[in-house]
């Protein structure tokens, strides 16, 4: 079992920045793919962003990204720290959203939920315009 507990969310302006934490506990011994999804209100939850396994050798290690946020956020992983970040630049209100981390089945970055085996409680973020 792996618990998962996300930080950072709040309000900030469009324009601004937020960076995400996510904290894994349990048995998080090599740690496989990391994801966030969020979810808006009225709205199902989608992909954010990926990132695989830190036990994969460069350069076959890669991060996965929705459109929406390409250039804007990014993700990355401390090992050590068993966390996981999303750094969040050039937030827009639609960006607005709960933003939950996942752990995912595979080493690889993936962008779907049925690839995810456990999920955190989510942190909200608001983007006012």
């Known amino acids: 079992q792996v618990q998962l507990v996300e930080s950072g969310g709040g309000l900030v302006q469009a324009g601004g920045s937020l960076r995400l934490s996510c904290a894994a506990s349990?048995?998080?011994?090599?740690?496989?793919?990391m994801g966030w999804f969020r979810q808006a209100p009225g709205k199902e939850r989608e992909f954010v962003a990926a990132d695989s396994s830190l036990d994969i050798i460069s350069p076959r290690r890669d991060t996965l990204y929705a459109d929406s946020v390409k250039g804007r956020f990014t993700i990355s992983r401390d090992n050590a720290k068993n966390t996981v970040y999303l750094q969040m630049n050039s937030l827009k209100p639609e960006d607005t959203a709960v933003y939950t981390c996942a752990v995912a089945r595979y080493l690889a970055a993936r962008s779907l939920e049925k690839d995810y085996l456990y999920w955190g409680q989510g942190t909200q973020v608001t983007v006012s315009s």
């Open positions: 349990g048995r998080t011994a090599s740690l496989p793919g």
